[in-house]
């Protein structure tokens, strides 16, 4: 059994609840924060236990909340992206699900240290639902003086608003979810300025993911230091894994970093394995936007060295034989799977979601689903398979936000690591129509 | 100020100046064309990305270069940097890419379109795009739309440049225009079809790159190249009355504001940017109702002349062989008549 850290206590009945949280050492975390710290000391334990953001980018969060700027008699604000859209990824939901004190308590403790009086948490439109079960728990946080004026006597004032977006998947990258808190329309914003300097209502801001603010409740209850000995080298802690596709037991796991690939996969505490017995094809590790892996890759590095679930060790070898642990959204495909089926449907998803603002994303993502739509009907060429590679090297890194290398990423890397049966579908499409069809597939939107 | 080289040419500019800026000082070929930034509109930039370029050194201080191609238009200038435009081949076939992306659901109507020989997607494609479309699937369409009873919107020749939005924005009261819808999809709103109901509306018309946003008094007149522009004014009430009469004969086709070489409209005497009011462009229609200054200097995005093209070609021809790494920057013959608006009958 690895160490859990965040879901410790997720399978107490009624955990949801305040009291049940706080019978089992719920808020002694923020009391320990409030009363005895400094925001610089709390800012040194974030540093101290090397946490990275984990909503994709894994940019170190200490760093990250270091940059903020303090001017005077301007206020600053923490807002938790709790957007959650990208293919794949359904872990915030689960912790909010499941623990939604962890968060709120977790959002205490960093506006405490940011010098935020108010925080928000964005959630996406789909998750309405989520949004009741946050606004009950910050009402009983509220009554019972965890939140609001004046918290348990410390002087400390501290708001929770609880926002929902309509929808959209761009909506959570951190300055498109700005604009559409301050109600406007959710597009990206052009950086610099960056939040931490000009962020909501143009003051300075941190946007964190949901897990990122949770994991600081279980840093300040052991303290930086004993936190950073979890995990491996630079990826220090838990993470929460959404497991999907071809497994045996999908769902949400909390693994300590550094936990082999192959353990994770086929370990009965995990994934149990694929389906059917039958063999593993290919793996989507973080997310639909990270480079796909075939199973020999994703289980050894180029070098034969085996897999971690690690930022590292999953990005070994770069995008040519690597990948990226990202949001920790984990797709297993087995053996029946169609590789190009699976890319037109991540495809058509960035397409649909492209905000339209830049030229190469919002023309380039329709354009490349819509060749992929002709290689599924049979009618691709040769040559449509190096137009999209070409299209997607004219995507990536030419946009204003990342959502163009989203776009770009998978399909450079299902090219790169099966071309042949891209080649199959065009030179010989009748080959293919055993492949059993998991993604119906849509005429183009 | 700040010293910096844009391929290889050194210039020093003010803090704060963006690198477009900066190669707009230095002029000529190095300036990396721009479709969606506008000096005189407050945000205006970064999205179409036709005007990125390559920074090799970041600064003195911090000499690694930056790994993505950048927007010059968003991006300030610092010591010691060194910007690649078109002494960079990897930039100008990035910049080919962002041409041809621009251009996939572009509907190339040029024959019927209005904006044809003052269009700068016409010589963002000329000089920086590929001859052949690669793309072969249906365009995105969508129906025109009156807004009003002077301006027309085409949005299938929409680039989302946001510079009318800004316009509408900054220039007159009250807006109702925006965008609605997302991705490829996205359109030019003015919720909907409500005239922009303001004195200065007409302008979204001078602001606007391509033919999305005509003149619908123009409609069809003309083509701009048998017209012969003239500056002239008049005092008005509302606007600085400075304009370009675009004439046909004694006949006035068309009003717009006074442009710069780089398609912008012009400063006032005082700083303010010349906008002209909607009575000065619709309404005054005869040539008594101004006072004519003389023929307007004409730039190589006003009038594009068989001529002109011509020499475009060569620049085409120049840019390729610059790939062998020679920076180019020879004058360029535009021949006898070349900027004569009427020379049509000359050829
Ligand atoms: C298109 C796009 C979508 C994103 N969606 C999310 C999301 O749903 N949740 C999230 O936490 N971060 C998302 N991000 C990343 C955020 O921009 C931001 O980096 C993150 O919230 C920072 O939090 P962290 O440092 O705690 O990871 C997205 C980024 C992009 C470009
Ligand atoms: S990359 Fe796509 S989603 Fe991001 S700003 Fe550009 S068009 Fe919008
Ligand atoms: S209508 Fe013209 S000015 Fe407005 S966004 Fe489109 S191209 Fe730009
Ligand atoms: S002019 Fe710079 S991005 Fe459009």
């Not at chain 1, 049940?20 to 975390?29: D, F, L, Q, S, V």
């Not at chain 1, 991540?346 to 397409?351: G, I, K, P, Q």
């Not at chain 2, 230095?26 to 945000?43: Q, W």
């Amino acid at each position: 059994m690895s160490r859990k850290l965040l879901l410790k206590n997720d399978h107490i009945p009624g955990i949801a609840a305040l009291k049940t949280y706080k019978e089992n050492g719920g808020y002694t975390a923020m009391e320990k924060a409030l009363k005895t710290m400094s925001p610089e000391a709390l800012l040194e334990e974030v540093k101290t236990s090397g946490l990275r953001g984990r909503g994709g980018a894994g940019f170190p969060t200490g760093m990250k909340w270091s940059f903020l700027a303090k001017p005077e008699g301007v206020p600053r604000y923490l807002v938790v992206n709790a957007d959650e859209s990208e293919p794949g990824t359904f872990k915030d939901r689960y912790l909010m699900e499941r623990i939604p004190h962890l968060l709120i308590e977790g959002m205490v403790i960093s506006s405490f240290s940011l010098g935020a009086n108010s925080a928000y948490i964005y959630v996406r439109g789909e998750y309405f639902y989520v949004s009741r079960i946050l606004e009950q728990a910050i009402e009983e946080a509220y009554a019972s003086g965890l939140l609001g004026k004046n918290i348990l006597g410390t002087g400390y004032d501290l708001d929770i608003y609880v926002q929902i977006g309509a929808g959209a998947y761009i909506c959570g990258e951190e300055t498109a979810l700005l604009e559409s808190l301050e109600g406007k329309r959710g597009n990206p914003r052009i950086k610099p300025p960056f939040p931490a300097i000009a962020g909501l209502y143009g003051c300075p801001t941190v946007v964190n993911n949901v897990e990122t603010i949770a994991a600081i409740v279980p840093i300040i209850e052991m303290g930086g230091a004993e936190y950073a000995k979890i995990g491996i080298g630079r990826s220090t802690g838990t993470k929460l894994i959404s497991a999907s596709g071809h497994i045996n037991k999908p769902g949400v796991y909390e693994i300590e970093m550094g936990l082999p690939v192959e353990e994770f996969i086929y370990s009965e505490e995990y994934c149990g394995g694929i389906k059917g017995g039958r063999k593993m094809k290919a793996v989507v590790a973080g997310g639909s936007s990270v480079p796909i892996l075939p199973t020999e890759l994703i289980l050894k590095t180029a070098a034969g060295e085996p897999r971690l679930m690690s930022y590292e060790s999953l990005g070994d070898g770069g995008f040519i034989t690597g990948t990226m642990l990202g949001s920790g959204g984990f797709i297993v495909m087995d053996e029946d799977t169609s590789i190009v089926k699976n890319l037109y449907t991540f495809s058509r998803f960035y397409h649909h979601e492209s905000c339209g603002q830049c030229s190469p994303c919002r023309e380039g993502t329709g354009w490349m689903e819509k060749i992929l739509h002709k290689i599924l009907e049979g009618k691709g060429t040769l040559k449509d398979i190096d137009l999209l590679w070409d299209i997607q090297s004219k995507i990536e890194g030419k946009t204003i936000c990342p959502l163009g290398e989203a776009a770009a990423w998978p399909v450079a890397a299902a090219i790169r690591h099966f071309r042949p049966e891209f080649e199959a579908y065009v030179t010989n499409p009748e080959s293919i129509k055993d492949v059993k069809h998991y993604y119906r597939l849509n005429p183009t939107v | 100020m700040v010293k910096l080289t844009i391929d290889d040419i050194p210039v020093e500019v003010p803090k704060g100046t963006t690198i477009l800026q900066a190669a707009r000082l230095i002029g000529g070929d190095v300036t990396p064309p721009a479709m969606c930034y506008y000096s005189k509109l407050k945000t205006s930039g970064g999205y179409c990305r036709t005007c990125i370029v390559k920074v090799e050194q970041g600064s003195e201080k911090d000499p690694r270069p930056i790994p993505k191609p950048v927007a010059s238009c968003r991006t300030e200038v610092a010591e010691g940097m060194v910007v690649r435009n078109i002494t960079s081949p990897e930039n100008l076939e990035a910049r080919a890419g962002v041409v041809e992306l621009l251009l996939v659901n572009h509907p190339l109507d040029c024959p019927v379109c209005d904006q044809a020989g003052e269009c700068h997607l016409q010589d963002l494609a000329y000089e920086n795009g590929k001859e052949e479309t690669r793309y072969e699937f249906e365009r995105r369409e969508f129906e025109p739309i009156d807004i009003g009873d002077k301006i027309k919107l085409h949005m299938n020749r929409c680039i989302m440049c946001f510079r009318c939005v800004k316009v509408a924005d900054q220039i007159t009261d009250g807006r109702c225009h925006g965008v609605i819808n997302r991705g490829d999809a996205a359109e030019i709103s003015t919720y909907i079809e409500k005239a922009i109901d303001n004195d200065f509306s007409g302008n979204v018309i001078d602001v606007c790159p391509v033919g999305a946003l005509t003149d619908r008094t123009f409609r069809f007149k003309s083509r701009v190249w048998y017209t012969k522009p003239v500056d002239a004014h008049r005092d008005c009430s509302k606007c600085c009355g400075k304009v370009r009469l675009w004439n046909q004969g004694e006949e006035v086709l068309r009003v717009t504001a006074r442009k710069d070489q780089w398609g912008e409209v012009m400063d006032n005497e005082d700083g303010s940017t010349a906008w002209i009011c909607n009575d000065c462009r619709f309404d005054k229609k005869h040539i008594k109702d101004w006072t004519v200054e003389g023929p307007s200097e004409i730039n190589r995005h006003s009038v594009i002349s068989a001529n002109h093209y011509d020499t475009l070609r060569n620049i085409k021809a120049d840019t390729l062989r610059m790939l062998g790494g020679k920076p180019h920057g020879e004058k360029v013959d535009l021949g006898i008549g070349a900027l004569d608006p009427n020379n049509q009958h000359k050829q």
